[in-house]
């Protein structure tokens, strides 16, 4: 079976290795070699040149829009106004010049002075304003030429007569100011009608300008909802939906149907993820293969250890309950000794009497308490709610006699409530609690704290005495059965009891330990599973004493 698994194998492997050959054999089209990112890459800069041309098109139509605006807001308008404000103040002179020549009085040269004046800041903006435009310059020179004759042949003369000269001054020459003013005036329509003409095609150019300024933003607004379409069609069609079929696969496979083909479409990438998912599915349905009879010898095995272990238990029960009757026959006819030749023999001949009594018994006791051992688990399986301060009470009572013997003084916090063996639990209290009262030292009466505190899903627990304590290189020894520290002389026992307290700890999902740090005494630290989700307020813990 091994053999064909691996031949599996090696087919998968040439199997996974095919694709790549057959490109090699076989070149594909340059565009279909192209993965994902290259996609990315290529769309992306050319919808950054088309949206750059459309964006410098904008630009130059916005600019030249702007340009055209300003060139009518700001010369074209401005100059034909001027232009007029200049035939204003020339028409000003002539009327304050005439009325000066037919009265003869200076009052009427007001309207004269003011137009020279106006005459003047007209003149100097429109030089600024047509400073650009060479029929606009002809026009005005032509226009100040006009007005400068007309000005020194008439207006001037007429001005600058005495009061009472001018009547005769401007009857004389009214015939050639009204030919020299008509001849300005003239000049003035014409450049007036150039500025009108001017601006009317500067308005026409920017009618122009906008209607293809707007129809060059409808272009681009278009162009980028265009790319917009393609670039989801082709996100859609190049990756969303080869994405979304190769999960399908993957789901069909991830379910449990590992016959399930992986076909990949789309980029070069997502192709070459498609075949490597494919691979790694067909190697999945060797590794499977592999392992389902790998599973069967484990479970044949486990079945024969199953066999093994139950009868190795009962033969380690039947042979204990055995050694019961001949170890009580040893026991009993050695007291009998004991007690019938007392003082009949000699000191020797009683000492060995003693020690074959002493070993009867310390015998029977640790065939009792490997029995113990062995039932944890095993016997006494009943799992349900216990209340460790009903166990803890019954504990103290069971020990009433110890502890009032030797003085212990005994504080526990409130104690929770448990999921466990009722019967394996009080095992675990009665030995934390016997062994705080026995390993004491003889000049003190023993002081024993119980702890009790929530930790997420576990209740941490802490027994704590003032006595002889564990050094730190024996924290995991004492938990073996069997190891004793003391000579049973000094401190009695079978050096079973914190061996027992491990493995009902462990049955019940917890941990126990040495706690290193803690001076004097010893302080055992151990972990039960919660019953309930919620901790218990600890504020409202208050210390409950069992002086017996």
């Known amino acids: 079976m091994a053999t064909d698994v691996k031949s599996r194998r090696s087919e998968t492997a040439h199997a996974g290795a095919s694709p790549a050959a057959s490109r090699e054999a076989h070149p594909v089209p340059s565009r279909a070699s192209w993965t994902t990112s290259r996609w990315l890459r290529v769309s992306a800069t050319l919808a950054l040149v088309v949206l750059a041309v459309l964006g410098g098109l904008g630009l130059w139509a916005l600019n030249r829009t702007s ?75 032509h226009v100040l030429a006009k007005a400068g004759a007309w000005q020194r042949s008439f207006a001037e003369p007429i001005a600058d007569a005495p009061a009472g000269e001018p009547v005769e001054s401007a009857t004389r020459r009214t015939n050639e100011g009204k030919t020299s003013f008509d001849a300005l005036r003239k000049a003035m329509v014409a450049q007036q009608e150039h500025q009108r003409v001017a601006r009317e095609a500067a308005l026409d150019d920017l009618r122009a300008a906008t209607r293809l300024r707007d129809a060059i933003l409808v272009s681009i607004a278009a162009v980028i909802l265009l790319l917009t379409v393609l670039i989801f069609e082709g996100l859609r069609r190049g990756v969303t939906d080869p994405l979304a079929r190769l999960g399908a696969d993957a789901r069909a496979v991830s379910s449990g149907n590992f016959e399930h083909p992986v076909v990949a479409t789309g980029p070069a990438d997502l192709r070459r993820l498609g075949a490597d998912m494919d691979a790694m599915r067909r190697r999945l349905l060797d590794e499977l293969a592999f392992t389902e009879e790998a599973r069967h010898r484990l479970d044949e095995q486990a079945a024969d250890l199953r066999r093994s272990n139950s009868e190795l238990e009962q033969f380690a029960y039947v042979a204990s309950h055995d050694l019961q ?79 009032e013997e030797s003085g212990a003084r005994i504080v526990h916090d409130p104690l929770p409530t448990v999921t466990g063996d009722a019967t394996q639990l009080g095992i675990l209290w009665q030995n934390l ?116």
């Open 433 to 548: 609690i016997a062994n705080a009262v026995k390993f004491r030292h003889a000049d003190r009466a023993p002081e024993i704290r119980i702890e009790a505190a929530r930790d997420g899903a576990l209740w941490r627990f802490a027994v704590s005495d003032n006595g002889i304590g564990i050094a730190p290189e024996f924290a995991e020894k004492v938990f073996v059965i069997f190891q004793r520290l003391h000579t049973k002389d000094a401190y009695p026992g079978s050096g079973i009891g914190l061996a027992m307290c491990k493995k009902i700890t462990e049955f019940h999902g917890g941990t126990i330990g040495i706690d290193p740090d803690h001076t004097p005494g010893t302080r055992i630290v151990f972990t039960l599973a919660a019953t309930d989700p919620a901790p218990r307020d600890e504020a409202d813990a208050v210390e409950g004493a069992a002086a017996r």
């Open 67 to 141: 340009a055209l605006t300003d060139e009518l807001v700001d010369k074209r308008s401005p100059a034909l106004s001027w232009s007029v404000r200049l035939e204003a103040a020339l028409v000003n002179q002539e009327t304050g010049v005439r009325g000066y020549g037919l009265t003869g009085e200076r009052s009427f040269l007001a309207p004269y002075k003011e137009g020279r004046s106006d005459e003047r800041a007209a003149v100097t903006e429109l030089r600024e304003l047509v400073a650009d435009d060479s029929q606009g310059r002809a026009d005005l020179d």
């Open 325 to 403: 009757e001949p170890l009580r026959k040893v026991s009993s006819f050695s007291q009998l000794l004991q007690r019938r030749y007392a003082g009949q023999l000699d000191e020797r001949a009683d000492q060995y009497i003693a020690f074959a009594v002493d070993g009867a018994n310390r015998m029977q006791k640790l065939i009792n308490d490997l029995l113990e051992f062995s039932r944890v688990g095993r016997v006494h399986n009943d799992h349900r709610e216990v209340d460790l301060e009903d166990v803890v009470g019954q504990t103290l009572d069971a020990l009433s006699v110890s502890i």
